[in-house]
C-alpha cells in the first residue's frame, strides 16, 4: 500500500529520474552530448546562485569567480599529482572561504552596492587568473588536466571517466546532491529564514532572525557549489584559462535563472538545460540568434516574470482545478442518483 501511494504520488519525478538515466542511449550525437553534460555542470551553478539571489534576495555577481576557483584548484592540484576526489572538495571549500571572507564586509551593504562589491571581485579573480603566470599560466591557462581518478571497486574492477557516458553519470550525480541539498536546506527553518531576508529584511531583522548570519551562510553554500561546478568542469573539459572566471559567465547563469524560474527548484536546472540547447539550434541564424534571445528575454520578464517554471506552474494549476471540479461533479451527480 505504501509503495503504491508512493509511486502514485511520485510517478512524475521517477519518470524524469529514470529518463536522465537514458539519456546516454537517446542523445543522436557526441557534440550534442558534450552540451548535456556541461548543462549539468551549469545547471548546478545556477542551482547554487538561486540560493542567494532567489531564496535569499542578494544579488551576487561574483559567481563566476568562485567558479574559477573551483576550477584552478582542481586543475592545479590535479596536475600536481593530488587525487581529483581530494582536490574537488578543497577546491570547494577554499572557493566557500574565500566567499566568507568576501562576504563579511560586502554582506553589510544592500541592493546594488551588494552587486557592484561581488562584480568588481569576480573581475579581480579573471584578472588575477590571466597575470599570475607563475601559478594559474597567465592568459595561455592550464592544459593537461587530467580526468577524475578511477574509482576502484572489489569485484567489478574500476570505473573510469574518460568516456562521455561515464563522464554524464559522474555530473549527474553531482547534480542529484546539488538538488537534494538545496531541497533539504529551502524547505527547512533555515530556508524560512531565508525568504524572510527575501521579503522584508528589516522585517525579518526585527522578529529575531539573524540577518547577517543567515545571509553569509547563504552566500558560502552558494559559492561552495559553485567551486565544486567549477573544479568538475576543469577535469572534464582538461583545460582551463581566465575566461573560467569570466563574469560573462555569471551573466549567462543569470538568463538561465531568469528564463527558468527564480526561487523555484526546477527552474534553474531547466534554464540551464533549455536555452544552451536553443541557442545551439539556432546557430543557422548567426548573430540574428542574439536578437531572438534578447526578445525573449524580455518578453519573460515582462510577461512571465516567474519564468518557464510560472507557465508552467500555472497551467498545472488549471488542469489540475478542471480535474478536481470534474470529480467533484461526477460525485455530486451520484450522491444525486443514489437519493
Not at 541564424?285 to 518557464?308: D, N, T
Request: glycine fraction near 12%; proline fraction near 4%; charge should be positive.
Amino acid at each position: 500500500m505504501g509503495v503504491s501511494l508512493f509511486l502514485k504520488e511520485k510517478w512524475f519525478y521517477l519518470f524524469l529520474l529514470a529518463f536522465a538515466l537514458a539519456v546516454p542511449f537517446l542523445v543522436p550525437g557526441r557534440y550534442f552530448f558534450q552540451i548535456i553534460i556541461m548543462s549539468c555542470v551549469y545547471a548546478m551553478t545556477t542551482l547554487s546562485m538561486n540560493l542567494i539571489l532567489g531564496y535569499t534576495g542578494q544579488a551576487s555577481l561574483a559567481h563566476a569567480g568562485f567558479f574559477g576557483i573551483g576550477a584552478y584548484g582542481v586543475g592545479l592540484m590535479t596536475k600536481a599529482g593530488i587525487s581529483f576526489w581530494i582536490a574537488l572538495p578543497i577546491s570547494a571549500l577554499l572557493a566557500a572561504f574565500i566567499g566568507l571572507l568576501i562576504g563579511l564586509p560586502t554582506l553589510r551593504t544592500r541592493g546594488s552596492y551588494f552587486a557592484i562589491a561581488t562584480l568588481c571581485f569576480g573581475v579581480i579573480v579573471s584578472i588575477i587568473a590571466g597575470n599570475w603566470v607563475s601559478l594559474t599560466g597567465g592568459y595561455t591557462g592550464v592544459v593537461g588536466i587530467p580526468k577524475p581518478t578511477p574509482i576502484p571497486f572489489p569485484v567489478m574492477g574500476q570505473i573510469s571517466f574518460h568516456s562521455l557516458t561515464a563522464q554524464y553519470y559522474l555530473v549527474f550525480a553531482f547534480l542529484l546532491l546539488t538538488l537534494f541539498i538545496m531541497h533539504r536546506l529551502v524547505f527547512s527553518l533555515q530556508g524560512l529564514s531565508f525568504m524572510a531576508i527575501r521579503n522584508n529584511e528589516a522585517l525579518a531583522d526585527a522578529v529575531g532572525i539573524n540577518t547577517f548570519g543567515t545571509k553569509i551562510l547563504s552566500f558560502v553554500v552558494a559559492n561552495f557549489f559553485a567551486g565544486l561546478a567549477g573544479g568538475i568542469y576543469a577535469s572534464l573539459i582538461g583545460s582551463i584559462s581566465p575566461g573560467t572566471a569570466s563574469y560573462m559567465l555569471t551573466f549567462n547563469w543569470l538568463v538561465y535563472l531568469l528564463l527558468g524560474g527564480v526561487a523555484t527548484l526546477a527552474g534553474p536546472i531547466i534554464g540551464a538545460f533549455a536555452i544552451p540547447v536553443l541557442m545551439e539550434n539556432l546557430q543557422f541564424l548567426e548573430e540574428y540568434r542574439l536578437l531572438i534571445f534578447g526578445a525573449l528575454l524580455i518578453v519573460v520578464i515582462i510577461y512571465f516574470p516567474r519564468g518557464l517554471m510560472g507557465v508552467l506552474g500555472n497551467i498545472w494549476n488549471k488542469v489540475d482545478a478542471k480535474i478536481k471540479r470534474r470529480k467533484m461533479g461526477e460525485e455530486y451527480a451520484e450522491s444525486g442518483e443514489s437519493d
